[in-house]
C-alpha cells in the first residue's frame, strides 16, 4: 500500500463544475503540498499546509491532521485547470524535508 | 521562472554514455533535493544537499551521483545510462526555515 493514495486518479469535468480531488496518508507529516503538472511540463507548487484551510483564487485545499486527509477545490473549473494534480508530504522526524508523491490525478476540465 | 533553473531542458544520448544535469536553487535555498519522473515509477525521491552536504539519499541507482557546490548549485551525474534511466528529472529547493518547496521545469533525458 502506498503511503500517499490519491483519488480519483482521473476527472472529466464540465467548465464551471466544481471539483474535488482526495488525498490520504499514512505516515506522520510535518507538512502536506498539492503540485500541479501540465502535460510535459514542470511542476509548480500550488499549497503547502501543514494545518487547516488555505485558498488561492479558485483553489482551497483543506487538511485534517487526525484523519489524515487533505483535499483540494477547485471552483468554476476553467480548461486552463486541465493538468496532473500531485499530493505529496514531508515525513515527520529525521533530517530531511524530502516529499513522498501520491501518483497524482488527471484533470481534464472540458468546454 | 520559479528561481529554480535547471539545464538543460531536454537531452538525448545514447546507451553506456555518461551526461550531466544542472541546478541553481533559488536564491537563499540551502537544500537541493533531485526527483526522478518515469512512466512507470511516478515520481520518486534521489537525494537531497543541504548547504554543500549531502542530507539524504533515496531510490538512487550506484550509477549516479550528485554534489552540492560552495555556490549551492548542483550537479546530478549519470553514467553507464540504460534505456530505462530515460525520464524527467527534477531539482528542487527549500529553505531552511520551513518546508516550502519550488521545483525546477526539468530535464527531459531520453537515452536511445
Known amino acids: 500500500k502506498n503511503e500517499v493514495e490519491q483519488s480519483p486518479q482521473n476527472l472529466t469535468a464540465q467548465e464551471g463544475e466544481f471539483i474535488t480531488i482526495n488525498c490520504s496518508y499514512s505516515v506522520g507529516i510535518s507538512a502536506l503540498h498539492w503540485l500541479q503538472q501540465h502535460p510535459g511540463g514542470g511542476i509548480v507548487s500550488l499549497f503547502m499546509?501543514?494545518?487547516g484551510k488555505k485558498k488561492h483564487g479558485r483553489l482551497i485545499a483543506t487538511i485534517n491532521i487526525q484523519e489524515k486527509h487533505s483535499s483540494l477545490h477547485i471552483t468554476a473549473s476553467h480548461p486552463r485547470d486541465s493538468a496532473v494534480y500531485i499530493c505529496?508530504?514531508?515525513?515527520?522526524?529525521?533530517?530531511?524535508?524530502?516529499?513522498?508523491f501520491g501518483t497524482g490525478t488527471l484533470l481534464a476540465v472540458q468546454p | 521562472d520559479s528561481g529554480v533553473t535547471q539545464t538543460p531542458k531536454h537531452l538525448i544520448t545514447a546507451t553506456g554514455q555518461r551526461v550531466t544535469l544542472r541546478c541553481s536553487p533559488r536564491?537563499?535555498?540551502?537544500?537541493v533535493y533531485w526527483y526522478q519522473q518515469s512512466l512507470d515509477q511516478g515520481l520518486q525521491f534521489l537525494i537531497q544537499?543541504?548547504?554543500?552536504?549531502?542530507?539524504a539519499k533515496g531510490n538512487i541507482l550506484e550509477r549516479f551521483s550528485a554534489q552540492q557546490f560552495p555556490d549551492l548549485h548542483s550537479e546530478l551525474n549519470l553514467s553507464s545510462l540504460e534505456l530505462g534511466d530515460s525520464a524527467l528529472y527534477f531539482c528542487?529547493?527549500?529553505?531552511?526555515?520551513?518546508?516550502?518547496?519550488?521545483f525546477g521545469s526539468g530535464t527531459r533525458l531520453t537515452v536511445v
Open positions: 505529496a508530504v514531508s515525513q515527520y522526524g529525521g533530517a530531511t524535508n524530502k516529499l513522498i
Open positions: 536564491s537563499g535555498d540551502l537544500s
Open positions: 544537499y543541504y548547504n554543500g552536504e549531502e542530507r
Open positions: 499546509l501543514s494545518s
Open positions: 528542487a529547493s527549500s529553505p531552511q526555515s520551513d518546508y516550502g518547496y519550488t
